[in-house]
């Protein structure tokens, strides 16, 4: 759910002119009015009053500041005389206080700035009750001499303090309490005493965070007690209370000897206790100075050898005491090496490899990274690895094995963050490049390890008077409101406000109303540059040079093992950040390798093409890599790649590269000749900062339009709620509100939006006609002055619950005071147009000032320009240039032979197999590369051969196909008689074309991936980014469009929205406050008086139509940012960042970060509402694809055709003919959908071709079975799979919905491309909502979830529907849930009346049950074999009749002349039955129906291409007895085809047919349906026999009335059903045999050892090496399909498992010990079952026999009841 508060303190930015102007111009701030949603927001409501990212103290004591605010103004007495006055009644006091102040002169606007503080001593007195208490306590505490009154004292303390918390216990005199708690803490003879007042001391900072700056007196004390152990209790309550200290007072710790002290004895406390050490000792290790490293040396030994302990969060304290170590001190090599000098590398390198894993993914990333560092700044330690085998240990992390690999080579599943730090530390593990020569572009190109510097940095000071600098966001952000303008600028972070008031130099809590200094310091390395340690380092001999020049074996030992695993990273790696890291290692190991190991390593490795392709890259690195490359290898190896840099057309991109203009266009290869279908555009590589290879991480520029997603719903919970009581409004200008008038609407609004503070009079006009200036430059000037005219000298109510900060006062009465004035300047600009539009000009411009955060500046892109193309002329001249003309070298000789046969591939010519064998050949037999494919020409010649339908050929299409066919499928040629299926059908030379296809798209495909390698770990970017959004919102100005005078204003100011939310949702919140309706005459008439209404008064009606329909029904409104109109699926951070773009934002330098720019957090963006256009229901503006009444009518055609066709169905017996499943596909170019231009497009239509092709070919031939000749994984490209997983597995992208157009495009129209869990993944990240696609990446990314800090957690937040039903008539239960619920985007849940189960296992079973029931045979809805099974009702001992068909279920088929009531019963059913698998489908469940092939083809709208094959799969008996007919029927045709016959003797041939030994009409067959005697196939069927001249008609109606006109009724109310969820052409990516893994999970097969031992998990009490889990694991591998549908029932509550079997269960399957008392035997119970979990608990028993037994009776027994076990 989206946290949402209004804030109504009025700011903007307005030009500075001086600060006595600012001041006068700067309305009286109001209060920010924050409310949690409801408990499930996903912002930190912490009690921390700091910044983002601020470890240190937070504001000072409240009550102090309130002192010093009340003792700063006359009359304050008499405030807090009033407060006191009546605790209890909190409204009715502060309107007395109101009345009091004005009544005595006080300004209104004073009044308005004491909010916040009036509410904090109204909550101190509301406190009293404690403070007394406490105040008594603490003479206890001081009752020197008396201890029993002392120990009674502080137990109670402990009491008051366990159970309060900072709103309790406001006013708790802490500067009292703690003194005498140290001073109990001394008394070392009762150890009662010091134990109680430790836990007292506890207890305080728990409740109250800030008593913390107090008790830091007592460390002393605290470490006394550890350094003298006395009392254990003693010893272990005050490491509790130090790690508390330790958290924000690590250094008072560190400097008191705190590390040494709590380490010393630490093998004496419990396990809780030595984590509580470790962790001190972590936060101890944070920013050490070089003087304070004394203080951490001593330690080192215990905490290395601490590594090796068993406890998990020991060893990971541990590991984070060094990385903070290494990374205080990563440029001083000295310390480096003291600190890993007790053994701290070999330590990590054990603990890297242990399985299971010991870290988790957080601190492996952490000890990753820490090793680079250390490898990379001490070449000495790196030299210590290599001699420890490190590659070994590298290859275990990757590949799962030490052993090495050149071949097959198959990753562990790593996350992005891990494969970098993994290839950083192969990097770091060898010498570095040179500096000079062809690497002295480095400098120019790769960013230092140093991170981007601002050239300011924004700071805040807190109570010790230390300053702490912003995090570097809200810095930018800062700064970027700084050199704007603006007066201040409105922080929202960990869910409170802030405001920074560059005038006062402050920063103010809006809530509470404390201010802390803040200070702009110049950064001094803001110009960036490498660090000075780094540079000494390059100044000596690297050791790891010289100890692989004298030692050549461990350079080659190394290299050689993990050679081929990197080159695999690179391959299978989408990310740019892996790619970048991989092409230095590699580029490093192939500098240091000698000419024979490089021989040796890359022989199995296509390293040629793979240069040619990053040749053509978009990306400077890549391509400056690739040139320095290639240098390498051709310098080494002259012999070798003078031949393979020719053939591979690593020549011809160096040709092209130094051919190129200045603006830098490397493309793909393409031909001088109509070789390319298509060509990529021109990109210039000074762009290469914003393409897929993109080097930052966490910078990847979102430079396409969203793919939107269908609607998201919530349930609005807007009645549950209290308004704010309703308040007078009086305006002073446009953008200043009452504090109530823009009240917060609790409930999904609430989660949507605040009301940002309105901009003052002097700068708000400007900012707000800014973004749409260009588009509506007069009206929207009228608008302003006319707003301004109608408001001038009005003065604003200010809001009661401002700031007391008394910096603040006097700003708010010169503010209004001058506030008339700052109107009629207003005023006065937008009468005069030129000058208006040049302070908008200036006031639209928010240019950051920083640093570049890359290394490639303007400058150095047009640097890097020139050396790429100097030096790919260089390479040609000195390698290439001897020779006068490249093509004539013998290297080329397969491209001239390829070539040749391909411009003999003429249609025209007879001889046209003769040039298809020669391409054959050359595919099959010949190393053909990519390079030769694609400059050949072959590819568009074939695909013209296959596709063209032009009658100037002479062969038609069809006999080109079966030409290409019988070349390369071995099927008969044109000249044969194919009367009969070929049986020598051979593959082989269609695979190896389609491989060399797939090369060639891997060398030629540019889609652009947006990912920012984020791991979901706590110390990565990528948590940092998403804490940033979850902490973080857009300020948005809502304004009704200039040309719409026929909706109401918005009045409420700018309001800040969750970047997350959707932009429907803006629209929920208007339409339910009215602001959807559209004014009517009367109301345009009184368009003046909009003031009147409160900006939250709600609609009921509305509301409560939001509420039952979850936002699901028509727009009203339309949305747009300048002359873009939004789609309402489009996430408002997209929008903002695609569409809301101001002049210089395109100067930044976060262009590719995925917080995007500084300026778009730091500007407020208009957005215009209109009403929606009238046809907003028929189109879909979502962008999304086709509508639902779109998509139901796939198959129909207008009402009178169909009535003509089905008359003369039915008439004349005349079938409509079966369309061709090969026509749609024989095309030259894609479907009109694929948008995206590629390079590659050509290569993807020719494979297109070539996939039908291989599937449908026996269209082609009649008579012939329907086959696959190659596998879908044999068209898989691993390129574009790669991509898009990486794609998919990028939290925020799927977040922000930002995934690239092309992926669905290519999902949709070549599905073959990807596999199916690919493809599968995208469709639950693109169909449904976000919060589904979330909840999706985080059940199959667990560790996205493994930070510590709720806001860097991806929390998806779907709402949940529970439902009550009954076992007794369950499907009539479900079909009234369906009816309620089908449609809802709530996730269903079920439980059973009278049963304690809920959750995941009860809704899969019902789920499961209900398919079941589904199948019964008096539905009458599938035709198929009735089968009695055994009732599992209690006390029912009657059978219930199921329908059964081997082939799986369709429907059964009814005539014209079956009654309207069991028509429209059957229908019923089948809509039900369309609308429950698409519900189970959305939320994840399985449905067990066995559906037939047929059926799926109907979902997809193939049903116009079933043809007599698919009868095979519906009843394979009449199937049989249709090919008995069809054989008769072809010899009918082979004797009408004989001239020689004459009538008489072809009648008597015609007569002598026979089928089984008799006639057709001895068969006794009519015009009805075979086993539906009542379904007539044409009018008048039943009295029409079937007869030899007759039986092709009855054939064909009876294929017909069986596949299509007897079920279509059926089928259209299934779509019916089934599109009311959501559309069926979402399924368009999948195949019809696929449908059903989709829908019902794997299929059926027997299970192993191996895969039970690697995907279940034993625990609490047993091991994989336990006799019970051995047991268990030979039964389940014994299990027949039946038992194990048992087995999966009983267990997980479904009877399938998920596609991928065991291993995609999850949770996965868990067996956990079943304890009994001593006195009970295992061996009588029987084991039980959490399905929710997937939890067995298992007995351990004493023999398999009898764990067989009791299996089989708790699964027979124990389904259908969830019962507390």
């Known amino acids: 759910m989206l946290e949402a508060f209004f804030s109504r303190r009025a700011a903007g930015p307005g030009k500075r002119r001086g600060t006595a102007s600012r001041r006068a111009q700067q309305p009286g701030p109001a209060a920010v009015n924050t409310l949690p949603a409801g408990g499930t927001s996903g912002v930190n409501m912490s009690g921390q009053d700091a910044p983002l990212d601020q470890s240190s103290d937070t504001a000072p004591d409240d009550a102090a500041a309130a002192g010093a605010s009340a003792g700063s103004m006359s009359g304050a007495s008499a405030l807090v005389a009033a407060l006191e006055g009546d605790p209890s009644s909190e409204e009715p006091d502060m309107n007395r206080l109101q009345a009091l102040l004005e009544s005595r002169g006080f300004s209104p606007s004073l009044f308005g700035s004491l909010g916040p503080r009036m509410h904090q001593l109204l909550h101190r007195t509301m406190g009293g009750a404690t403070s007394s208490k406490a105040q008594q306590l603490l003479q206890g505490l001081q009752s020197t001499g008396d201890e029993n009154t002392q120990l009674q004292a502080v137990i109670e303390m402990c009491q008051l303090l366990v159970m309060g918390n900072e709103e309790t216990l406001s006013g708790f005199p802490v500067k009292q309490v703690v003194p005498a708690l140290i001073s109990l803490l001394s008394m070392e003879h009762n150890f009662d005493m010091m134990n109680h007042a430790c836990r007292a001391l506890t207890y305080m900072m728990e409740a109250l965070p800030r008593s913390s700056v107090v008790v830091v007196d007592a460390i002393p004390v605290f470490l006394e007690k550890l350094q003298v152990i006395q009392c254990m209790d003693v010893a272990e309550q005050a490491l509790t209370a130090l790690e508390m200290l330790s958290r924000r007072h690590s250094k008072a710790i560190l400097h008191a000897g705190g590390m040494s002290a709590c380490l010393l004895y630490i093998e004496f406390f419990s396990i809780a206790a030595q984590r509580n050490a470790l962790i001190i000792a972590s936060n101890c290790c944070q920013s050490v100075s070089n003087t304070e490293f004394s203080l951490v040396s001593d330690s080192l030994p215990l905490l290395t050898a601490r590594l090796q302990h068993d406890d998990k969060k020991s060893v990971e304290s541990c590991c984070l005491c060094f990385t903070r170590l290494v990374d205080c001190f990563q440029n001083d090599e000295g310390r480096l090496d003291e600190i890993c000098s007790h053994g701290l590398l070999s330590n990590i390198q054990r603990l890297l490899v242990l399985t299971p894993p010991v870290v988790s993914s957080g601190t492996f990333v952490m000890v990753l990274r820490m090793l680079a560092i250390v490898c990379s700044q001490c070449s000495g330690l790196a030299v210590q690895l290599l001699e420890k085998d490190i590659a070994s240990t590298i290859n275990c992390l990757l590949i799962g094995s030490a052993e090495y690999a050149s071949q097959d080579i198959n990753l562990l599943p790593r996350t992005p963050q891990e494969l970098y730090e993994i290839t950083s530390l192969i990097t770091e593990l060898m010498p570095r490049l040179p500096v000079s020569g062809i690497f002295s572009v480095d400098t120019l190109l790769w960013k230092t390890n140093a991170p981007p510097q601002e050239q300011a940095v924004w700071q805040w000071r807190d109570d010790r008077a230390l300053w702490h600098s912003y995090s570097r966001i809200d810095n930018k952000i800062i700064e970027a409101a700084c050199q704007s303008g603006e007066d201040e600028i409105c922080l929202s972070t960990m869910g409170r406000t802030y405001t920074i008031d560059f005038n006062a130099m402050q920063q103010i809590n809006e809530e509470t109303g404390t201010s802390r200094p803040v200070q702009r310091r110049p950064n001094p390395n803001g110009s960036g540059g490498s660090s000075s340690g780094s540079l000494s380092s390059l100044s000596s001999e690297d050791a790891r040079a010289r100890a692989l020049r004298d030692d050549p074996h461990l350079a080659a030992s190394f290299i050689k093992a993990l050679f081929a695993v990197l080159y695999e990273v690179y391959s299978s790696s989408a990310g740019p950040a892996v790619r970048h890291k991989c092409l230095r290692a590699i580029l490093r190991m192939i500098f240091i390798a000698s000419p024979e190991l490089l021989k040796d390593i890359l022989r199995n490795h296509p390293v040629s093409s793979h240069i040619a392709h990053m040749l053509s890259s978009q990306d400077f690195k890549v391509v400056v890599s690739a040139i320095q490359m290639s240098q390498i290898l051709i310098e080494k190896l002259p012999d070798i790649f003078h031949i393979y840099f020719r053939r591979e057309g690593v020549m011809h991109q160096m040709k092209k590269l130094s051919e190129a203009a200045a603006s830098l266009s490397p493309v793909a290869p393409q031909h001088t000749g109509p070789y390319l279908f298509h060509t990529a555009p021109p990109v210039d590589l000074a762009a290469s900062s914003d393409s897929v290879y993109s080097h930052a991480t966490l910078e990847q520029r979102v430079d396409a339009p969203l793919p ?118 207003l005023t006065s600009q937008s009468d005069k147009p030129s000058e208006a539009s040049t302070i908008i000009s200036k006031e639209s411009t928010i240019h950051v000032v ?28 000195s390698h290439f240039g001897i020779e006068q003309r490249g093509d004539s070298h013998p290297a080329l000789n397969i491209l001239h032979r390829l070539s040749s046969a391909t411009d003999q591939l003429d249609p025209c010519e007879h001889t046209h197999t003769e040039p298809l064998i020669r391409i054959r050949d ?4 010949s190393d053909v590369s990519p390079f030769e494919v694609l400059h050949s020409g072959v590819l568009t010649k074939l695909l013209t051969y296959l596709t063209n339908t032009t009658s100037s050929h002479s062969l038609t299409r069809e006999q080109r196909l079966r030409s290409f066919l019988h ?113 009517s005459d009367e109301d345009d008439d009184n368009s003046d008086d909009d003031d009147d209404a409160s900006e939250d008064e709600l609609d009921e009606s509305l509301a409560a139509s939001f509420i039952s329909v979850g936002g699901t029904g028509g727009h009203r409104l339309q949305f ?64 999304g694809g086709s509508k639902r009444a779109k998509t139901s009518s796939i198959s129909k055609t207008s009402p009178k055709n169909s009535s003509k066709k089905n008359d003369q169905l039915w008439t004349e017996g005349l079938c409509p003919p079966v369309q061709s499943p090969l026509t749609p596909y024989l095309s030259q170019s894609l479907p009109s959908s694929m948008t995206t231009i590629d390079p590659s497009l050509e290569v993807i239509s020719l494979l297109r071709v070539l996939h039908t092709l291989t599937l449908h070919w026996n269209t082609l031939y009649p008579f012939c079975e329907p086959k696959r000749m190659l596998a879908l994984n044999d068209f898989i490209s691993s390129k574009l799979t790669s991509k898009a997983n990486r794609q998919l597995q990028d939290p925020l992208v799927i977040m922000t919905g930002n995934l690239p157009s092309w992926l669905n495009e290519i999902a949709k129209t070549c599905p073959f491309l990807l596999p199916f869990e690919t493809r599968q993944a995208l469709f639950y990240s693109t169909s449904f909502d976000r919060d589904r696609a979330m909840m999706r990446l985080v059940d199959n990314t667990p560790e996205l979830n493994n930070a510590t800090d709720s806001t860097e957690r991806v929390t998806p937040r779907l709402e949940r529907r529970k439902r009550v039903v009954s076992r007794d008539d369950l ?190 009409e001895d068969l006794g067959l009519d015009f009805t349906l075979p086993g539906y005697s009542q379904i007539e196939l044409k009018k008048g069927g039943k009295d029409e026999p079937v007869t030899i001249h007759n039986l092709e008609q009855y054939l064909e109606l009876m294929v017909h009335f069986t596949l299509v006109e007897g079920v279509s009724r059926q089928m259209e109310s299934f779509r019916e059903g089934f599109e009311s969820v959501f559309p069926l052409s979402y399924l368009g990516s999948f195949y019809p045999d696929e449908l059903d893994l989709l829908f019902c999970g794997s299929a059926p097969s027997l299970w192993d050892m191996k895969s039970l031992m690697e995907c279940a998990r034993p625990d609490h009490g047993y091991a994989h090496d336990s006799r019970a889990v051995k047991f268990l694991f030979e039964i389940m591998c014994s299990y027949n399909v039946d038992e194990q549908r048992q087995f999966l029932q009983f267990v997980t509550g479904s009877p399938r498992l998920p596609v991928g079997g065991f291993r995609s269960l999850n949770p996965p399957l868990t067996i956990v010990k079943k304890t009994f008392e001593p006195s009970e035997n295992p061996d009588d119970y029987l084991p039980s079952v959490m399905t929710c979990v997937n939890y067995l608990k298992l007995p351990d028993y004493t023999a398999k026999e009898i764990m067989i037994q009791k299996l089989k009776v708790a699964a027979m027994e124990g389904q259908k009841s969830f019962h507390l076990s």
């Open 708 to 825: 939107p997603t269908p609607p998201q719903s919530r349930l609005n919970d807007a009645m549950k709620k209290k308004r704010a009581p309703k308040r007078n409004s009086r305006r002073g200008s446009k953008g200043q509100t009452d504090d109530n008038s823009a009240n917060l609407f609790p409930g999904s609004d609430q989660e949507l939006m605040r009301a940002a503070p309105p901009f003052p009079a002097g700068g708000s006009k400007t900012v707000s006609t800014t973004a749409n200036t260009k588009c509506f430059p007069t009206s929207h000037s009228k608008v302003s002055s006319n707003s301004q005219a109608k408001n001038h000298g009005a003065l604003p109510k200010p809001s009661f619950l401002s700031s007391l900060n008394p910096a603040r006062w006097g700003r708010s009465s010169a503010s209004n005071n001058n506030n008339s004035a700052a109107s009629a300047l």
């Open 967 to 1079: 070349v390369f499928l071995n099927c008969p040629p044109l000249d044969r008689k194919y009367d009969t299926c070929p049986s020598e059908l051979n593959s082989e030379a269609m695979l190896s074309l389609v491989s060399k296809l797939n090369l060639c798209l891997n060398q030629l495909e540019q889609f652009a991936v947006k990912v920012h390698d984020l791991p979901g770990a706590n110390t990565s970017r990528g948590s940092q980014a998403i804490k940033f959004f979850n902490t973080h919102q857009l300020k948005c100005q809502l304004q009704r469009h200039p040309t719409c005078k026929s909706l109401r204003q918005w009045k409420g100011g700018p309001v800040k929205i969750d970047p997350l939310a959707l932009v429907q949702a803006i629209e929920r919140y208007l339409v339910i406050r009215g602001y959807g309706r559209l004014k």
């Open 1371 to 1560: 499907l009539k239960q479900a079909e009234t849930v369906m009816q309620d619920l089908g449609s809802s985007k709530a996730l269903l849940e079920i439980q059973y009346e009278n049963e304690v189960g809920t959750g995941l296992g009860p809704t899969l079973e019902f789920y499961a049950l209900v398919s079941r029931e589904l199948q019964r045979s008096d539905h009458e809805m599938w035709r198929g074999d009735v089968v009695a099974v055994e009732s599992n009702k209690v006390g029912t001992a009657e059978n219930v009749m199921y329908m059964h068909n081997t082939t799986g279920l369709y429907p059964r088929p009814y005539g014209r002349s079956a009654k309207i009531g069991v028509i429209s019963k059957v229908r019923a059913k089948f809509r039900f039955l369309g609308k429950f698998m698409a519900k189970a489908l959305m939320d994840s469940r399985m449905i067990d129906i066995p559906l037939s092939q047929p059926f799926y083809k109907w979902m997809l709208g193939h049903e116009k291409t079933l043809c007599t094959a698919d009868l095979q799969q519906i009843d394979p008996v009449i199937y049989q007895s249709y090919k008995q007919l069809e054989k008769v029927l072809k010899q009918k045709q082979i004797l009408q085809s004989d001239r020689s016959h004459t009538a008489a003797s072809l009648h008597l041939a015609l007569d002598s047919l026979t089928v089984y030994g008799c006639s057709v």
């Open 1120 to 1183: 747009s940012i300048g002359d873009h109109v939004l789609p309402y699926n489009m996430t408002v951070f997209q929008a903002v960042r695609q569409y809301s773009v101001s002049v210089n934002d395109d100067e930044t330098d976060d262009e590719t970060s995925p917080l995007g720019r500084a300026g778009i957090w730091a500007r407020t963006h208009t957005i215009w509402y209109t009403p929606a256009p009238a046809d907003d229901e028929e189109k879909d503006s979502t962008g």
């Open 850 to 877: 920083t640093a570049v955060s890359s290394a490639m500046t303007t400058g150095n892109k047009d640097k890097i320009r020139t050396w790429i193309k100097d030096q790919a002329m260089k390479f040609l001249t």
């Open 922 to 925: 050359i595919m099959t037999n």
